[in-house]
């Protein structure tokens, strides 16, 4: 791994701390260094935004149900329910429970991708929703 990754998640972790108070069992940085260590790189905030708001073959971008900008709660496309924000920026509990990330990133992926995601696509994705301010 380059030093400079190895810095990025550093810092990533690092910054987890606030979090931990509030955290069920991880946080939104702990989950992108560990997406970004999969992957090997760091992720992209850019092609997170562009991955997020993207078709993928289907009919059902991230933003179908999250919004453009997921700053806000969103709605379920197909059923209607109201989402939380999925920003950790607009949603404290974004992200802090590893088993629910797991569980989610699994389903939406196959719901909008057809696939599970790559661990660099889910990095990505996570970058970008991290980056996001209110």
């Known amino acids: 791994m380059s030093p400079r990754f190895i810095a990025l998640a550093l810092a990533a972790l690092a910054s987890a701390a606030p979090w931990a108070a509030m955290a069920a069992d991880t946080s939104p940085a702990a989950q992108l260094a560990r997406f970004a260590a999969e992957a090997g790189r760091p992720g992209q905030p850019e092609q997170g935004r562009l991955f997020f708001t993207s078709t993928h073959g289907g009919k059902w971008s991230c933003a179908s149900c999250h919004r453009e900008v997921p700053t806000v709660a969103g709605q379920h496309a197909g059923s209607g329910k109201t989402l939380e924000p999925l920003a950790p920026a607009a949603n404290a509990r974004a992200f802090t429970?590893?088993?629910?990330?797991?569980?989610?990133?699994?389903?939406?992926?196959?719901?909008?991708?057809?696939?599970?995601?790559t661990a660099g696509e889910k990095a990505d994705v996570l970058a970008y929703l991290v980056s996001l301010t209110r």
């Open 97 to 117: 429970e590893q088993a629910r990330v797991d569980k989610w990133f699994r389903r939406n992926c196959k719901d909008v991708a057809g696939r599970e995601c």
